[in-house]
């Protein structure tokens, strides 16, 4: 990643802070919607999810462990990048909780549409109608998208101006 | 793979005589270090307690009733497999072993030593890729050819099995993290890929566990393993991330932090 220079950079352009900004809060955003919500919640607290339900393929099967390896590498990272942030210059919070928000919204309609459909890796919850599951899951994914794009708009550095559609 | 289930242990425990050996010996010789380079600088506290854990915890799976009850039970076998090839392994690193070799040693034969940690061959098996690779590949070859069945039959397949789980592990930890010194520390870049590599093969081989039970394991028994071995090693693995990434976030410190806030609260930047 960045070496002593790119550091130096950071620090000098306020662009560069700014794009730092973004990536932590959409590493972070991904990464949380990853790991922690799809292991506290879906795993450990509702128990939709199963650990493996047997029905996956050799592809699928690697797929999922790399998500799971890189949704908790982006969290860590993403928390490091903030903090790398934040010691250089004030931190824009509306444009951090902005990304988040979009990485969040980003990462649950990949993994509503490409592993629970495409991939087929696991299904929301079992023996019931997905269809409705589906529908929520993946139209809530979408609203978390566009609601973290519009803050992310609207939180632009530099000159203000009116905020259109995101 | 051979449908031989329960093969009882084969004469003398070897492994718990070396592992009884190699525990006495690695807790004399960090001992003997304290006390070589006890006239420099203090040696931070925490450095020698992670060094004494690491060895109970490689005691904890290698003698006693966990490594007694690995024999029958794979969910034991698991707890035994994540305290040997990836706490134990982390705790080692922590505590700086080289650092206090190099301390401990008189002058011309700490740079024999460094010289050494610098050759060629060192610096191949060194390598994050190489280590994760002998690390990784240990594994499937472990738990997906008879190579499992065989180490709970023979005692000198097992204690190699053993050896080579903690040796890579530890290979692998010390080529990511640490703060000993690194002959050839590959870039951030390359560690965080074979970090986040390493831990969807491990995390795959699990859930390949969980369908897949070793020959003479129970299908209920193999899936508290692969469980155990998920999660658990997820543990350990977050806890490596944590330490290769603020090791990325300590190197690129600005030089001189308070004139870039200043400038940025006053408008100049």
Redesign the interface.
């Known amino acids: 990643m960045a070496g002593r220079d790119a550091a130096a950079d950071v620090t000098d352009d306020a662009g560069a802070r700014d794009r730092r900004t973004v990536l932590s809060g959409v590493l972070f955003g991904a990464g949380v919607a990853a790991s922690i919500v799809d292991l506290f919640v879906f795993h450990l607290g509702l128990q939709w999810h199963h650990f493996y339900d047997l029905s996956t393929t050799q592809v699928a099967l690697a797929a999922d462990g790399v998500f799971h390896a890189v949704g908790w590498f982006v969290t860590v990272w993403g928390l490091f990048l903030l903090a790398d942030v934040r010691r250089r210059a004030e931190v824009s919070w509306a444009r951090w909780v902005g990304a988040v928000v979009a990485g969040l919204g980003g990462f649950q309609l990949l993994d509503g549409v490409l592993n629970h459909k495409i991939l087929g890796i696991h299904q929301i919850r079992y023996e019931v109608d997905l269809l409705v599951y589906d529908v929520v899951w993946i139209g809530t994914a979408v609203v978390a998208l566009v609601v973290g794009l519009v803050v992310l708009r609207r939180a632009r550095p530099g000159r203000p101006r009116p905020a259109g559609p995101a | 793979m051979h449908p031989h289930e329960h093969v009882p242990a084969a004469g003398p425990p070897l492994l718990t005589v070396v592992a009884v050996v190699a525990l006495v010996v690695g807790a004399a010789a960090y001992a003997a270090g304290l006390r070589a380079a006890r006239a420099r600088s203090p040696w931070p506290a925490r450095r020698t307690l992670c060094w004494y854990a690491g060895l109970a915890c490689a005691g904890a799976a290698t003698v006693g009733p966990l490594a007694e009850a690995s024999r029958s039970s794979f969910t034991a076998h698991m707890a035994g497999h994540v305290l040997l090839g990836m706490l134990t392994p982390l705790l080692l690193v922590l505590a700086a072993p080289v650092s206090l070799l190099l301390r401990a040693l008189p002058a011309a034969r700490a740079r024999r030593v460094s010289a050494a940690l610098r050759s060629p061959a060192a610096r191949v098996v060194g390598h994050p890729v190489v280590a994760g690779l002998l690390a990784a590949g240990g594994l499937w070859l472990l738990y997906t050819t008879g190579l499992f069945h065989r180490a709970h039959a023979s005692a000198p397949v097992g204690l190699v099995v053993h050896a080579h789980v903690l040796l890579a592990g530890w290979l692998l930890t010390a080529s990511l993290v640490g703060p000993d010194p690194h002959p050839s520390r590959a ?3 390359v560690r ?1 890929i074979v ?10 081989l699990a ?2 566990l ?2 897949h039970p070793p020959a003479g394991v129970s299908a209920a028994d193999a ?1 508290a393993g ?2 155990l071995m ?1 999660y658990a090693g ?1 543990v350990v ?2 806890a490596l ?2 330490l290769l ?2 090791g ?2 300590a190197a ?3 030089r001189d ?1 308070a004139p ?2 200043v400038r ?2 006053t408008g100049l ?1």
Do not use: C, N
Request: aromatic fraction near 18%; avoid cysteine.
């Open positions: 870039t951030f870049r965080a970090l986040v590599g390493f831990v969807a093969a491990h995390s795959v859930k390949w969980y369908a899936r692969a469980q998920y997820d693995d977050v991330m944590v990434v603020s990325w976030y690129t410190r600005p932090l870039a806030r940025e609260r930047a």
